[in-house]
């Protein structure tokens, strides 16, 4: 009896804790029902404030794009993105430039001369209107190992307006958008499919878990670190304005995992709150499919991040979703 008492004052305890973490954040916002296959959605903010995503409805296509004008309450109807009418698409990544431009880079399918091999090449436009109007598309070279291809997953670094840092699958480049031009980017190494970032304080990070203080010509290993790197398609890492860093972790088996959570550099990258994530996303359940979080930084208090749910028996069925976190939950 005694113990029975005992674990009930626990339970109430610990409920109203319990009851903080899932009631601090709002519901999440449904962008999208009907989904499956690589959706992997991308996400940007525009220097005027809008949102733009973009995802793929279902495997290959079609190719979707919508915008939000109040801070990602509502979306616009979702539209095919023009430029992958005619090809299949693995999706990519959406960056924001200095200029206020915006760059949409994707996936194109392609085959090759072996009949058993598909592979895959990076093209991508840009933007000047907020993400109304886009150019007509550009590409990057194809991976000289077809069968490794060569995919794009995460935001360019802007090093400076003729120079974008580009990680690739298959290679990471320095990538000049006036002549096409690609150069190895820092100590020539390949980073891989990992997100890398400049810090507040110019630094730069990289998924594979390394710093460097010299733009890249020498990198700094950090330890412990995020694990966005042995499935960097499905992490991300972001930098925003107080000089923290945010990495994704999902949390669970199969393939989607149970929750997401956010883990926490507060140092510039240079060490990382591994111990102490801070719940994102937990139905309760099994997400079901890779969730493939993306999160921007809407203003000085708020982080926006869009994700997909797969679970048909949730209400409203699966989808493709968008919740907003105060930046304060990610503080100690």
Same mark, same amino acid.
């Given at each position: ?15 109203? !804790? ?6 601090? !954040? *709002?519901?999440?916002?449904? @962008? ?8 992997? *959605? ?5 220097? =005027? ?36 009418? =005619? +090809? ?5 990544? !959406? ?66 307006? =003729?120079?974008?840092? @580009? ?9 000049? *958008?006036? +002549? ?10 390949? %980073? ?11 630094? !730069? ?29 499905? %992490? ?22 149970? =929750? ?45 991040? @869009? ?17 907003? +976190? ?7």
């Amino acid at each position: 009896m005694k113990t029975q008492i005992g674990t009930l004052l626990m339970a109430l305890l610990f409920a109203p !804790l319990l009851f903080a973490q899932a009631s601090d !954040l *709002p519901a999440p916002v449904r @962008i999208e029902t009907g989904v499956s296959g690589h959706i992997h *959605p991308a996400l940007c903010i525009t220097k =005027k404030g809008t949102l733009v995503a973009v995802y793929c409805k279902s495997e290959y296509k079609p190719y979707l794009i919508t915008r939000s004008t109040d801070a990602g309450k509502t979306w616009s109807k979702p539209v095919l993105f023009a430029p992958t009418e =005619k +090809t299949q698409v693995y999706p990519g990544s !959406l960056t924001t430039l200095a200029d206020g431009r915006l760059v949409h880079a994707w996936n194109v399918w392609y085959a090759t001369d072996d009949p058993k091999v598909r592979s895959r090449f990076v093209a991508y436009s840009t933007s000047s209107d907020d993400g109304v109007s886009w150019s007509e598309p550009k590409s990057l070279g194809k991976a000289k190992d077809e069968k490794l291809g060569s995919v794009i997953r995460h935001p360019i670094v802007e090093l400076s307006p =003729k120079a974008w840092l @580009i990680p690739l699958m298959d290679r990471t480049i320095v990538y000049n *958008p006036e +002549t096409g031009v690609e150069n190895p980017f820092g100590d020539g190494r390949n %980073h891989g499919l990992v997100p890398i970032v400049r810090t507040a304080k110019g630094m !730069l990070v990289s998924g594979k878990g390394l710093r460097s203080t010299d733009d890249g010509k020498t990198w700094d290993t950090v330890k412990p670190f995020p694990d966005v790197a042995s499935q960097g398609w499905r %992490h991300e890492m972001i930098a925003i304005k107080n000089g923290w860093l945010i990495a994704s972790q999902i949390v669970g088996p199969g393939t989607g995992g149970e =929750k997401i959570n956010f883990i926490v550099s507060r140092d510039d990258g240079k060490s990382w709150d591994v111990d102490h994530p801070v719940e994102f996303y937990n139905p309760g359940r099994a997400i079901g499919g890779r969730a493939c979080p993306r999160t921007v930084e809407i203003d000085g208090k708020t982080l926006g991040t @869009i994700f997909y749910d797969i679970d048909a028996k949730q209400t409203g069925g699966n989808g493709v979703f968008f919740r907003t +976190t105060a930046t304060v939950r990610l503080a100690k």
